[in-house]
C-alpha cells in the first residue's frame, strides 16, 4: 500500500516499526478524493499518479498510517494535505463510518487488498473536494476521472495492492456503476 | 410529520393526496442540519422552530415528500433550500446510502415514529450547513444546539412524531453519545 | 422492475394504481440473497431466473412493493417467503440502513436504475439465506453464482433495468470484487 | 477497554506489548450481541457481566484485539466464541462495513471512549445470535436486555470506558431508541 514519508516525526525507529509490522495489523485510513456536483453527486474521482522506486507509475488513493493518540479524522486531514496540499478543501465525513474496511494481507489472496511489506487495515472514506489541489511530497500529479474513466479496467491496471477494487468499491457506494 | 407547502404544484390535487395517503406509503427525505469544524466533527445539530395550528411551537429537522420524477437528492436539496433559506450552502451526502430509515405509522407504537395523517417512509440523512440559514415558509428559526443540548429530553419534549429519537439516532451515527 | 403479483390483496384496483404510478413514486425493497460461511463472507449470491411475457428468460433480484402500513422489515421477509418459498430461512437485517437505495427513473439515464412503468425507489438490502430455496410463483429457478460469476459481464447482461448494477453495487458493500 | 486473555499466544512478550500500546494504535473489534426475531427487529442486547481486580463488576460487550495475519471477521468470530462460549451460532455481518467506529484513548474526553491502558480503535459491529451462550473465562454471566432496559442510565452506569455510548449507538443503528 503506498504511503509517503510521515509529515511528523514517528514514535518509533524504522527498525522498530519494521519489527511490528511482521508482527500486528497496523492501522491506516484511505480516502478517495471525488468532486461532486451541487447536490452531491459525484462527478470526478481523483486519482494520484505516483512513480515507483524502479521508475514505473502508478495511481493511487490517498492513504497513510493512524498515529498514537491522533483521530482517525485527524489521520484522515493530515493525510489529505500531505497528498493534496494546504488548499484542496477536504471535506472529511461527520460520521466515522467509513464505507468500507480494506484488508490489505502480505499473503496475497486472502482478501482483494495485498501489500508485501505489512498487514494493514484501512478505514476507507469517500472525501469531497472542493478546492484546488496541488500534490506534493512523492505524488507527481493528481488526476480527475469521470466515474466511468475510474471503473475502466484500463485504469485499474494503473493501481497496485487492490486499490482498483477500493476504487470501485468507492463508486457502488455513491451509486455509481462499479 | 411536519412537512411545509411544496415549492412546485403537486401532480394531486389535495383531495387526491388525502385518498392516497391512506392507502400507500409516501416516501419522504429528511435532513439532520449540521456545523462541522474543519476535521468534519460536529459541533451543532440544527433545530427548526415551528409554530403549530393551535399556537404552540415545536423544533423539527427538515423534511418533505420526494415527488415524482425527482431524485432523492434533488429532494433533499429542495427541501433544505425551502427550509434553510437560498444561501444556506448545504452539502448534499455523496453516497446514496442513508443514515437510517424513519417509518412513520398512524398507529403510534409500531415504530417510534408516528405521523397521524398518513404512512411516510423516510430517508434519514445528516446534512453539514456551511452557509448562512434563513428560516423561510413556516419555519420561524432556526436554532443551533451543542450535540449534548440536542440530546437532552427537554429539547427532546419540544419535538414531535419521534423526530427526538431520529436526532439521536443522527448524533450516534456522527459518534456523539445520543 | 420485476415484481411478482402481491400475495395480499392490494388496496387499489389496478386502474387506480396504475394512476398513481405515473404520479407519485412508489416504495419497493429489494433483496440481494447470499449464502455466508460461519465468519460471514458471501461465498455465493442467489439469482432468479423469470420468464418475460415473450418468452425470453432474465435474472433478477428479489423485489417488490412496500404495502400500507407495512414495515419495510415485513415487506422484506413478505417478498423473500413469495420468491424463495417458506423454507429459504432468510435472515432479515437488523438495521433499517439500506446498503444503498436505488431509485428507478421511467426516463433512462437519470440513475443506473430504470422502469419503464414507474418512478420506484427502492431499499435494497443484502439478506443471507440460510435454508433451502423453492422458487415460486412467476420464478422459475434460483441459481446460486459465486461472486466472480455474479459479477461477469456476460450474467449482468441478463439482468434487466440495471439490476446488475445493483449486485455489483452488493458485492462492493460486502467487500468483494464489484 | 475489557479484553480477555488471548486463546492464542501472542507475538509479542508482554512487555513488548505494553511498549507498544504506549506508541501506536491497537485494532480492535468489538460486538454487541443481540437477539433477533423473525423479520430482524432486536427484541435484547447481550452484556457481559465481569469481575474486574478489586471485587465490584461491570458490564460490558465482546471486544478483543485483531491479531497479525487475522481477518475482521474472524477476529470476530474468535472473541464471540471466546465470551459466549461455542454454541453461540453468532451471525457475523456480511459485509466489513462496521456500524460505528469507536477510538478509545488514553486521555479522557478526546472522544466519548477511554482506555487508561492504550489507544485503541475498535470496528464495531451489531452481531444476531441464534444459539445457547455459555459466558467463559472472566466473563461471569450473559444477561438478555430489552433495547429500553440496555439504554437505562442505571445500566449504562454499569459499564466502563464510554461502551453504554457504544450500546446506545448500536441501539440508534438497529432503529431503536437510543
Chains 1, 2, 3, 4 share one sequence.
Not at 456536483?37 to 512513480?51: P, Q
Not at 467509513?98 to 469517500?126: C, K, N
Request: glycine fraction near 6%; proline fraction near 10%.
Amino acid at each position: 500500500m503506498t504511503e509517503t514519508a510521515e509529515t511528523r516525526p514517528g514514535w518509533f525507529s524504522d527498525r522498530e516499526l519494521e519489527s511490528i509490522r511482521g508482527r500486528m495489523p497496523v492501522m491506516y485510513v484511505q480516502a478517495v478524493p471525488v468532486r461532486v456536483d451541487e447536490v452531491g453527486e459525484v462527478t470526478r474521482v481523483g486519482l494520484l499518479m505516483r512513480a515507483t522506486a524502479d521508475g514505473r507509475f502508478h495511481r493511487s488513493v490517498v492513504s497513510g498510517r493512524v498515529l498514537y493518540h491522533e483521530r482517525v479524522r485527524d489521520a484522515l486531514l493530515r493525510h489529505l494535505e500531505k497528498d493534496l496540499g494546504p488548499v484542496a478543501l477536504p471535506r472529511v465525513p461527520a460520521s466515522p463510518q467509513p464505507f468500507t474496511v480494506a484488508e490489505y494481507f502480505p499473503t496475497p489472496g486472502v482478501t482483494p487488498f495485498h501489500d508485501p511489506r505489512q498487514h494493514a487495515v484501512a478505514l476507507a472514506y469517500i472525501v469531497p473536494v472542493a478546492g484546488d489541489c496541488q500534490p506534493r511530497q512523492d505524488a507527481l500529479d493528481l488526476v480527475w476521472l469521470t466515474p466511468e474513466e475510474a471503473a475502466d479496467p484500463v485504469v485499474g491496471a494503473e493501481m497496485n495492492d487492490g486499490q482498483d477494487v477500493l476504487v470501485r468499491q468507492a463508486l457502488a457506494h455513491v451509486g455509481h456503476a462499479p
